[in-house]
């Protein structure tokens, strides 16, 4: 089992509409969440940190962790032509990040 | 938030040469970098690690003969692809970390494409 899985998409949606970004982990003792963007042919950019559990708000993104369930969510409201990238979440194992495969989204006009 | 860069952006070079690929963290010092390799549609996948003025640890399955990495200043890590083959073709990734390694600040990538 990998230690971090996350649908790869692609993911289209309208602009306006409200996205649901997803990650599961095997190991319950991981503390650190991450999500990063990585728009095409760029370096990933952190936009959310979280530590254990809980909501964690930035603006139109919000990260949550549900850790008895070892899921892992980010939400775009709003979403905006210019989210579209590919979002990667992270786990901080350690003394290094294991990144999900990401997943590809695309809001359309 | 930190910033970091990474140069050259893109190289194409013959197989069997050297290519020297540099990470300067610009605002902060990084204690630990890290470099990471990305092959089309797949994720990150951590190469190695290395601490300021320590020999760099190797992912399994990494040549550590092959990509050399030197991290000789707080501000500075080079990856260096030795006799390099199109199968290294990739696009190299680097990121910093300060006190928290928890928090990576990523650079804009280097792609390289052998021929």
């Known amino acids: 089992q990998k230690e971090v899985e996350q649908d790869p998409g692609p993911l289209s949606v309208p602009e306006g509409a409200i996205v649901s970004l997803n990650c599961t982990y095997s190991n319950s003792a991981f503390q650190y969440f991450m999500w990063y963007r990585q728009y095409s042919r760029k370096g990933p950019e952190l936009l959310m940190y979280?530590?254990?559990?809980g909501n964690k708000e930035d603006g139109r993104f919000t990260a949550q962790v549900d850790k008895s369930s070892k899921y892992i969510s980010l939400f775009i409201r709003d979403s905006q032509p210019s989210d579209s990238a590919t979002y990667l979440c992270?786990?901080?194992?350690?003394?290094?990040?294991?990144f999900g495969t990401g997943t590809r989204l695309q809001v359309f006009p | 938030g930190a910033v970091v860069s990474q140069h050259p952006s893109w190289v194409i070079c013959k197989s069997g040469t050297s290519v020297k690929i540099e990470c300067r963290s610009l605002?902060?010092?990084?204690?630990?970098m890290f470099w990471y390799r990305q092959f089309p549609k797949q994720s990150l996948m951590l190469m190695a690690t290395?601490?300021?003025?320590?020999?760099?640890?190797?992912e399994q399955g990494v040549e550590k003969d092959k990509f050399l990495i030197n991290h000789a200043s707080l501000t500075l890590s080079t990856l260096t692809v030795t006799s390099a083959h199109p199968e290294d073709s990739s696009f190299y990734i680097c990121s910093g970390a300060g006190g928290f390694q928890e928090t990576q600040y990523f650079g804009p990538g280097t792609r390289l494409l052998v021929l």
């Open positions: 290395s601490n300021e003025g320590s020999k760099a640890t190797y």
């Open positions: 605002d902060f010092q990084a204690t630990t």
């Open positions: 992270a786990i901080y194992n350690t003394d290094k990040l294991i």
């Open positions: 979280t530590y254990s559990s």
